[in-house]
C-alpha cells in the first residue's frame, strides 16, 4: 500500500466569483459549455483514469 498527498489551492478573488456569476446568469457564458463530461458516482473511478491519461476530460461533472 502507498500513501499519497494532494495539496492545491485555488482562490478567486469575490469580484472575479461576481463576474463569473454574472456572466452565467446573463447568459454570456454557458456552464454546460465547460463540461467535457457527465458521470455517475458508479463511474468515477473510470472518470478518474481518463483525467490520468489526458486532460481532455479534465472538467467532469460527477451526478448521484
Do not use: C, H, W
Amino acid at each position: 500500500m502507498k500513501e499519497v498527498s494532494v495539496g492545491f489551492a485555488v482562490y478567486y478573488t469575490p469580484e472575479e466569483f461576481r463576474t463569473v456569476v454574472a456572466a452565467f446568469s446573463s447568459g454570456l457564458v454557458d456552464p454546460a459549455s465547460l463540461l467535457a463530461r457527465r458521470v455517475e458516482l458508479a463511474q468515477v473511478n473510470e472518470a478518474f483514469d481518463a483525467l490520468a491519461r489526458t486532460a481532455a476530460s479534465a472538467k467532469i461533472l460527477v451526478e448521484p
